[in-house]
């Protein structure tokens, strides 16, 4: 499976903007970049993915580098809630039994966010 | 609500016993996922199902079994050949490759 490659740990401050930073060198033409999230003592939630283009929903927006070996997750303004662990995983589309869409999710050790107020 | 629920939440475990996590979703996903994680790791899959009454090993099988009956339910056994099994556990099920995960099961040893 290819890798990514996540600072342990961030900060920012309070409604300011976070850029958190995934590098990907190895990825393949058709893994899709995937980030969640977890909160303690949670579940991972997911949060935004991509292919090649850049992509904006209601939780945040995913800069996605033109050779597609990094990427950005961008939370406009973080809140005190946003604090968590954020994985970047990469995930390869596979077609199983009965033409069911599934892949596994690789998890590495994420970035660490912390959020003052 | 749709959604995937785990139970219990805190399970306690004795030596040479076997126990069973259950995880139930209603978001009506043919794929299903059972994963470990220990403090400050990131999660390891245990066991995937694409369909039902068919199911993959993960890259930590052993000691551990699963069943899928039932599109609904995914239920993973904590067997006695398990010597390390102290963890968080979650399960997750999956549409169009996005997975949604449940709450999660401590499990403990006592």
């Known amino acids: 499976d290819a890798k990514t490659t996540q600072p342990n740990s961030m900060e920012s401050n309070e409604e300011e903007p976070v850029h958190l930073p995934c590098n990907h060198s190895?990825?393949?033409?058709?893994?899709?970049i995937h980030w969640y999230r977890q909160l303690p003592s949670q579940g991972p939630e997911y949060v935004i993915h991509?292919?090649?283009s850049n992509v904006n929903n209601r939780m945040a927006s995913l800069a996605i580098a033109e050779d597609r070996k990094s990427s950005t997750l961008i939370l406009h303004r973080a809140t005190l809630r946003d604090a968590a662990v954020y994985y970047c995983?990469?995930?390869?589309?596979?077609?199983?039994?009965?033409?069911?869409?599934?892949?596994?999710?690789?998890f590495g050790q994420g970035t660490i966010l912390t959020v003052h107020p | 609500d749709g959604g995937i629920t785990q139970s219990p939440k805190y399970l306690f475990r004795k030596e040479g016993q076997n126990v069973t996590l259950s995880c139930e979703q209603n978001?009506?996903?043919?794929?299903m996922y059972w994963y470990r994680q220990d403090p400050g790791q990131g999660l390891r899959l245990i066991y995937y199902?694409?369909?039902?009454?068919?199911?993959q090993k993960g890259d930590i099988a052993e000691g551990y079994s699963v069943s899928r009956e039932k599109k609904e339910s995914f239920p993973l056994t904590v067997t006695s050949a398990q010597k390390n099994p102290t963890a968080f556990y979650l399960c997750?099920?999956?549409?169009?490759?996005?997975?949604?995960f449940g709450p999660g099961t401590r499990l403990l040893v006592l």
């Open positions: 991509g292919l090649t």
């Open positions: 199902s694409q369909i039902v009454n068919d199911f």
């Open positions: 997750a099920s999956s549409i169009k490759g996005t997975q949604y």
């Open positions: 995983i990469l995930r390869d589309v596979k077609v199983g039994a009965g033409g069911t869409s599934y892949g596994k999710l690789t």
């Open positions: 978001l009506n996903h043919d794929a």
């Open positions: 190895t990825i393949s033409g058709t893994d899709y």
